[in-house]
């Protein structure tokens, strides 16, 4: 089924343990996010990348890294996960949909560190 | 002030009631405005783009005011499917990157009761 993929859907890492999150579209998009949603918070932008090699950071990007090897494939990585990073993860792509751009989304990753 | 504020809910209305929610945006550059559904524990999803003209899909009319960069959507006969969150999200530059983002407000909850 075209569309966002993310794996896993659901993770519970200790402190200080590190994870990748992966993201995979195959719809030829150029443009992928991460986001992070928290509870009373809408979602906000970690890193995001505008095509293949390319990466940017966003709005949060502290205590995370990006890569975009592959057009298809987002990875997110915490390389030494803290509690604050408990959250759920939200990729998404951006692409040509019609006569406009549309966006799709993962159906994201719940990230529990304890 | 945030970019995105929305109203803070949570809405309680009885089926067949109209619902009108608000939402403000700060970033007088941005260009393209939306409103996501998302439910609960599942990913957010496009429930219509906002043109400046105003636009009606079935039971949903989303209204856009440049001048004093406001959002709003009203719900018609509400129905008990209806009930989510709602989020107002606007397409912006991110920090002069050359691309633009989507900010998202915190989402407003509501719930149609029976």
Known sequence: ?114 | RKEVEQDPGPFNVPEGATVAFNCTYSNSASQSFFWYRQDCRKEPKLLMSVYSSGNEDGRFTAQLNRASQYISLLIRDSKLSDSATYLCVVSSTYSGAGSYQLTFGKGTKLSVIP
């Open chain 1, 1 to 114: 089924n075209a569309g966002v993929t993310q794996t896993p859907k659901f993770r519970v890492l200790k402190t200080g343990q590190s994870m990748t999150l992966l993201c995979a579209q195959d719809m030829n998009h150029e443009y992928m996010y991460w986001y992070r949603q928290d509870p009373g918070m809408g979602l906000r932008l970690i890193h995001y990348s505008v095509g293949e090699g390319t990466t940017a950071k966003g709005e949060v990007p502290d205590g995370y890294n990006v890569s975009r090897l592959k057009k298809q494939n987002f990875l997110l990585g915490l390389e030494s996960a803290a509690p604050s990073q408990t959250s759920v993860y939200f990729c998404a792509s951006k692409g040509r949909q019609g006569g406009t751009y549309g966006y799709t989304f993962g159906s994201g990753t719940r990230l529990t560190v304890v």
